[in-house]
């Protein structure tokens, strides 16, 4: 494809590959900072101390510094005031050629923070100045060699407006303060750690601090101080709780202790990701940090714990290792989201916590692995870095760390995460690197394994088995098959660990035993080849595999199970996560029954045998309500799209919904009777037992209203007039907002709009609670709710919470026939292309997941996709664009 002719985009960004990689020609010893804040005129002074990288000196390598929208006031070299003749200035970089070994640059630029809604680099959230710089928004800010593997130690002072501006923060600790006339104040930061300039943060504003103190191992003290506008002082205490208990957990875990004396978060409106690991400085997105239970979840204190620990880990695996170049990403991205499941799964019920990630994985990693972007977890190429945040890097990227860990065990992953932590200390690596270390720990041979890095897509596992009653054998042959993806056409075998047991007719593990080898109940297999075969001896009956245990590898598994044998699994398989997924097969496979009854013109009729097996799950004593939770949800229409090469919107959802429907008008008693049974004596706690009851109750209750009974909506209105914490009340307002009858949920609507005007986080549930309702007016809803007073386009959780909660979670009203709702997201897409590049690429993902929707669909698509094209584009939207329609 050539881009130049194909897009109508003046010029095409070029790629960037990582073969080209090459080391930085100049160090960085020092930076010193000075910003003069202004809304429109912000002054950055920058001192760089830099010397020749002797890792290059054999050449004359001119000094190439980054930067993007600055005005450049002055500059100045070794003191001396250069002209323009000086040096050569683009919209992208600075060059100046025959400069001295060892330097300093002095620059003055001007940027202007008000104006960028891009929020990468400095900018403005709700009258705050606040900065995102990971991965390229420092050159944002100043000139400087903006890649991970410059590593330099900074001051920074900030000079502000003191009574608009009474906080300045920056990384490391406050080392001066004082006043300046006109009413202006300064602060200087120095940060004692070299970091490279994507871990820089400054925030400067009108913030109130909540503090905290934590003792590490070796005793030394921290300050904790947790950052939020005033009517937020409320919502602190789980994230500080949060942060103490992964401070803790990563010095037992990972012998791991914080380095600083001083540890920020700040809280801040609008901003791209979930949050920023800023050296010292956490930067967090309002909907990761604050967390009060009358106006936020259970899965919004679940979603804080593990994003402020995920932000915390980084310290070490991010902060003090770093990455060499973006290409490995996935090196601290990947580990670190394992080390935060890890978290989650220790302070929770380790089956559960798995049972979420899996199902989050399969469907939306999986659907990237399959779409047009592709791409393996370690890129070997990329136009625009942000767009590889993907699930691919970060879940897929965990999913590989925990197959090491599971390859190597336990304790010898922690004896590589030392070696890892104590070689590598103040260093930007790589993924090799990292790999290496578990290599050399565990003696064993990764090489096979690096493939995982390397090759994208879901590599397809299926096996086979036979018994042999009179030889009392059973074998097991597994195969494995990559699918081909966008620019890899041939796929190596991989290592996938494979974690089996066989359970007997009785319910029970059998012993294996295998070429006279006893293997006990449980055994992780390496499928290293294509195909192979394993024979299990001394079997007296013919045993059901068990395989893939605790999901041991991110694959997709084809296995042909009967209704009967995935119902016994369901009860019988000693592995928590395969029992819940045995019974989301049998549910698949009784809903894709529905799907092939429609098609064919037949009246639906649903599988017996999942009613009978919902039946044995209500009428079981409950021995664990978060399990049992996870066993009564239905698997998604995403997830069951998954499963087909040509997927037909439609006839999913009305399956799932008939089999939703026939499901709760045979169980009604049962549900009704659990429901109760939960929603007694409920003054809201946070105790886990708590949490798990609240959820089984409110998916009770979901059930019970889907039979559009009176009782039942009348059990939803009580529950959410009378609900003491927002998990009941929001649980029961998407009942009514979602019952049959349109109107049944507006009364709760307006109610709850009144209730929750003043607090934007609440306000983005209340649109997400309308615009994911099944009926056909739900994109109506969506053009009516952009117009409304709390939605604004500039601010990505709101653009998240209408438009992205439609297109991803209301696919068959997104996919309406009439085109509507591509033509809907197009536009959007078009005006945020202007407003935030990041945020219109990632919106646009599921127009591009086109290739296995009908013709007729494929064509509305791909039109809304050339409208797009058309524009003027950002690099984001342009990358991802053109790799959609080549
Ligand atoms: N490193 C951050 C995290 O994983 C993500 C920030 C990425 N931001 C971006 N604009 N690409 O916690
Ligand atoms: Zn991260």
């Not at 003749?85 to 940027?111: A, F, K, M, N, R």
């Not at 068959?812 to 078009?830: K, P, Q, W």
Request: glycine share 4%.
């Amino acid at each position: 494809m050539n881009q130049a002719i194909s897009s109508p985009s003046l010029q095409a960004p070029k790629a960037i590959h990582l073969k080209d990689y090459l080391p930085p020609a100049f160090l960085v010893q020092q930076v010193d900072l000075c910003f003069r804040l202004d809304d429109h005129h912000t002054r950055v002074i920058s001192r760089l101390q830099l010397q020749r990288n002797p890792a290059r000196k054999e050449h004359d390598l001119p000094l190439v510094l980054q930067g993007q929208q600055l005005q450049l006031i002055e500059l100045k070299l070794d003191g001396r005031t250069l002209s323009s003749s000086d040096y050569e200035l683009t919209d992208e970089q600075l060059t100046l050629t025959g400069v001295p070994d060892s330097l300093v640059l002095e620059s003055e630029v001007e940027i202007d923070p008000l104006s960028n809604t891009a929020l990468e680099g400095l900018y403005q959230s709700s009258g705050n100045f606040c900065t995102q710089c990971e991965a390229e928004g420092f050159r944002r800010i100043t000139f400087y060699p903006d890649r991970p593997d410059v590593l330099a130690r900074f001051t920074t002072r900030i000079e502000a407006d003191q009574s608009r501006f009474p906080v300045l923060l920056s990384n490391g600790n406050p080392i001066e303060r004082g006043e300046l006339p006109d009413g202006h104040h300064f602060v200087t930061w120095e940060d004692p750690f070299p970091k490279p300039a994507y871990l820089f943060a400054l925030v400067a504003g009108q913030l109130h601090p909540v503090k905290d103190t934590y003792t590490t191992l070796s005793g030394r003290q921290v300050a904790l101080e947790v950052w939020v506008e005033k009517e937020n002082l409320h919502k602190c205490d789980h994230a500080l709780r949060s942060l103490k208990a992964a401070m803790q957990w990563d010095e037992q875990t990972y012998g791991r202790e914080y380095d600083l004396d001083i540890y920020m978060i700040v809280a801040v409106n609008d901003f791209n990701m979930g949050a920023m690991e800023n050296k010292g400085l956490n930067i967090f997105n309002s909907s990761c940090v604050l967390a009060d239970h009358r106006s936020e979840t259970d899965m919004a204190f679940h979603r804080v714990e593990s994003v402020v620990a995920h932000e915390y880990f980084h310290n070490w695996s991010g902060n003090r290792v770093t990455c060499r170049d973006w290409f490995q990403l996935s090196l601290k991205e990947g580990f670190t989201v394992f080390r935060d499941q890890q978290f989650s799964a220790d302070q929770h019920s380790p089956a559960v916590e798995r049972i979420q990630q899996v199902a989050m994985l399969r469907t939306a990693q999986f659907a990237e692995d399959a779409g047009p972007t592709a791409h393996p977890v370690r890129p070997e190429s990329y136009i625009e870095i942000n767009n590889f945040y993907t699930l691919t890097v970060y879940e897929k990227g965990a999913e590989v760390v925990r197959m090491l860990s599971e390859l190597v065990g336990r304790d010898t992953f922690r004896k590589g995460s030392d070696l890892y932590f104590e070689r590598f200390d103040g260093q930007a690596v790589t993924v090799e690197d990292f790999v290496a270390c578990m290599a050399e720990v565990s003696g064993l041979d990764l090489s096979q394994f690096m493939r995982w890095y390397s090759q994208a897509g879901t590599p397809q596992l299926t096996a086979e088995s036979h018994y042999n009653p009179t030889a009392r054998t059973f074998t097991l042959t597994l195969r494995q098959h990559t699918p081909a993806t966008p620019g890899q056409d041939l796929k190596e075998p991989l290592l996938i660990p494979v974690k089996l047991g066989l359970v007997g007719p009785s319910g029970q593990d059998l012993p294996m035993e295998v070429n006279g080898e006893l293997w006990g109940q449980e055994r992780v297999v390496h499928l290293k080849e294509q195909e192979q075969t394993w024979t299990f001896h001394n079997l007296d009956a013919e045993p059901v595999p068990s395989l893939l245990r605790g999901f041991s590898a991110p694959v997709r598994l084809l296995l042909d199970r009967s209704p009967e044998q995935l119902a016994f699994l369901m009860t019988a398989d000693s592995d928590g996560f395969n029992r819940w997924d045995a019974g989301q097969q049998l549910a698949l496979l009784a809903i894709r029954e529905l799907i092939n009854q429609q098609q064919c013109g037949a009246a639906m009729m649903l599988n017996p045998a999942l009613i009978q097996a919902y039946r044995q799950l209500l009428d079981a004593q409950v021995t664990d309500p978060a399990i049992l939770a996870e066993m009564l949800q239905l698997p998604s229409e995403a997830y069951i799209a998954e499963q087909y090469d040509q997927v037909d919107v439609d006839a999913i959802h009305l399956a799932r919904d008939y089999a939703r429907k026939t499901l709760a008008t045979a169980l009604y008693p049962a549900f009704l009777k659990l429901y109760q049974q939960f929603a007694k004596n409920q003054a809201w706690s946070a105790e886990a037992a708590a949490v798990a009851g609240r959820r089984l109750k409110n998916t009770c209750l979901g059930w019970l209203v889907a039979t559009e009974s009176e009782e039942a909506l009348q059990l939803a209105q009580r529950q959410f007039e009378q609900a003491d914490n927002m998990t009941d009340q929001l649980a029961a307002l998407i009942c009514l907002a979602h019952a049959e009858d349109t109107t049944s949920g507006d009364p709760a609507l307006k109610a709850f709009a009144l209730q929750w005007a003043h607090d934007p986080l609440v306000m983005d549930s209340w649109f997400s609670a309308q615009v994911t309702r099944p009926h056909p007016d739900a994109l109506e809803r969506v053009k009516l709710l952009m117009a409304h007073p709390a939605f604004s386009l500039k601010n990505p959780n709101k653009v998240r919470a209408l438009i992205g909660a439609f297109v991803n979670q209301n696919r068959h009203n997104f996919h309406r026939r009439d085109g509507s709702g591509y033509a809907l997201l197009a536009d959007t897409v078009i005006e945020l292309n202007r407003i935030n590049p990041q945020i219109a690429a990632r919106l646009v993902i599921p127009l591009t997941r086109f290739r296995r929707m009908d013709d007729y669909r494929k064509g509305l698509m791909k039109n809304e996709l050339e409208r797009i094209r058309a524009e003027k584009l950002s690099p984001d939207l342009f990358e991802v664009i053109e790799k959609s329609l080549a």
